[in-house]
């Protein structure tokens, strides 16, 4: 048997569910459409709905499948519900229930906490789009205008498929939750989205960038561990979803990667060999290195906090319950229930910083959260490789875990990036060396001035090595409406 399961485009909602036999999900996923649409046109890409955008569409779900490029309005985007192949035999891989078989149905028991989990995923996929909608009017390239409009539909798509999910298996309350996803707001008093990280602005394309890198690799590791879920409708809906954000980590580690790249040879350009130089350095009209650690220093922290309590016992249920795993579970060599393990935890202890022996069940979001900074800490060996390569003397560094959180064992303390416990005069004094400042944040909404000829970039960053769907580097990614 193959991989390959087709996409049917023949319905109104693309799908590889069979949703023309199900009628009662159809009518429910046609009925949510409209209001779907509606919030994409008031709160997705503002001023771009009309435009022609170079977009893939997966149409199955091996490699090839995503070969398929065209030119799309966006509100015309086939946003479609796609699990990947389901696995013969499948066995719940970790929990209380560990080897049996895989669930098809929601567990009583389990419904309201799967419930809350798919509605948490749910939320944040709107609300990146709410917070990305205004960064068109300043794309510094058409091929940036593309990657962050690609990134927008997918999100959309990543609603649908969470949407899928609660209709199809939650029935009334599910479709209640479907309608709510639509009503919250990225950063509005009233009706917030769920997740801090997600009611932040993200009013600059490093900002983007910072986001897609650190935020979307959140969403990575939370999708990763769901794909483990001994539910086999959430497993192989997110292991589909885990497909398409490779391309937005892809996104931001480039994004990132060519704005430091360019910074670099300015200043070699230009003789400067002090990054500590910030004022000539910007003077060249790209964004200096410390200014860039310091964005850095924010969006890794916020996406930190969103792993939750180092210690949680939800966390712990939602593992015994074969809901939540962790990541990679099944290539961990343990026994996958975590009755009698233990696992490291930075703690607050009498006023310093210690490693603490935890059960391994409630250290479960640490230890997710372990390997996100892992994950992290690769793609800043990539960017120091290209600092070095261009031979400045510079080194992007991870902060530590106690600095600048609002959640968890180091919420109530202030911390330098070095993980030194200071008091709040000192934190006051200096959080302006460590976190972005307004003026830091002017200078760079300073620069960000559309670029919209193809093949030109803006002064601050770097044109991508190759184009998207190895299109040549003048290709119109991005056809503006007249
Ligand atoms: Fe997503
Ligand atoms: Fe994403």
């Not at 909608?133 to 990134?151: C, I």
């Not at 927008?152 to 969470?162: K, P, S, Y």
């Not at 919250?184 to 997600?198: E, V």
């Not at 319950?321 to 290539?331: M, N, S």
Request: aromatic share 10%.
């Amino acid at each position: 048997m193959t991989n390959v399961i087709n996409v049917d485009y023949s319905t109104k909602i693309p799908n590889n569910v069979g949703l023309t036999e199900d009628r009662t999900v159809l009518r429910a996923l046609e009925s949510w459409h409209p209001g779907y649409i509606d919030w994409w046109k008031t709160m997705g890409p503002e001023g771009f709905q009309e435009a022609l955008v170079y977009l893939r569409t997966a149409v199955s779900v091996d490699p090839k499948g995503w070969a398929k490029f065209d030119y799309v309005r966006m509100p015309e985007y086939r946003w479609g519900i796609l699990l990947a192949p389901a696995e013969d035999g499948r066995k719940i891989p970790f929990g209380r229930h560990y080897g049996e078989p895989v669930w098809q149905e929601v567990p009583g028991e389990y419904r309201a906490m799967l419930r809350r989990l798919v509605v948490i995923q749910g939320d944040t996929e709107p609300a990146s789009v709410e917070q990305q909608r205004h960064l068109g009017k300043t794309a510094p390239s058409l091929y940036d205008l593309r990657n962050v409009f690609q990134v927008n539909v997918e999100e959309g798509r990543h609603l649908w498929a969470m949407v899928y999910i609660l209709q199809k298996y939650f029935g009334r309350d599910g479709r209640e939750e479907a309608g709510e996803l639509l009503q919250r707001r990225s950063g509005s008093a009233d009706k917030p989205r769920m997740l801090g990280a997600f009611n932040e602005a993200t009013p600059d394309w490093l900002s983007f960038f910072m986001f897609t890198f650190f935020t979307d690799r959140d969403g990575k590791m939370q999708l990763e561990s769901l794909a483990q879920s001994g539910f086999d409708p959430v497993s192989r809906t997110c292991r589909f979803m885990l497909t398409e954000e490779a391309h937005h980590m892809f996104v931001g580690e480039t994004g990132i990667g060519r704005t430091l790249q360019r910074t670099c040879e300015a200043m070699k350009e230009a003789g400067i060999e002090d990054p500590s130089e910030i004022d000539k350095t910007r003077a060249l009209g790209v964004i200096d290195l410390p200014t860039m650690q310091k964005k850095l220093n924010l969006h890794y922290t916020l996406s930190l906090d969103l792993f939750g309590s180092e210690v949680s016992t939800n966390a712990a249920n939602a593992f015994n319950a074969g809901l939540k795993g962790r990541f990679q579970e099944t290539k961990i060599e343990d026994d996958h229930k975590l009755e009698s393990s233990i696992y490291p935890v930075l703690k607050l202890v009498d006023g310093e910083i210690k490693r603490v022996d935890e059960p391994a069940l409630t250290a479960i979001n640490m230890r997710l959260r372990d390997d996100y900074t892992a994950d992290c800490q690769r793609g800043l060996d990539r960017w120091n490789k290209i600092i070095e390569r261009i031979g400045v003397n510079f080194k992007f560094e991870l902060p530590h875990v106690a600095f600048h959180r609002e959640i968890g064992e180091f919420r109530d303390v202030q911390a330098t990036p070095a993980g030194v416990l200071i008091d709040d005069a000192t934190w006051n004094r200096d959080k302006g060396k460590w976190l972005p400042s307004t003026a830091d944040g002017d200078f760079i909404a300073s620069l960000m001035k559309p670029v919209r000829e193809p093949g030109k970039f803006a002064s601050w960053i770097a044109p991508p090595r190759v184009g998207i769907d190895n299109k040549p580097g003048d290709f119109e990614y991005v056809k503006l409406a007249a």
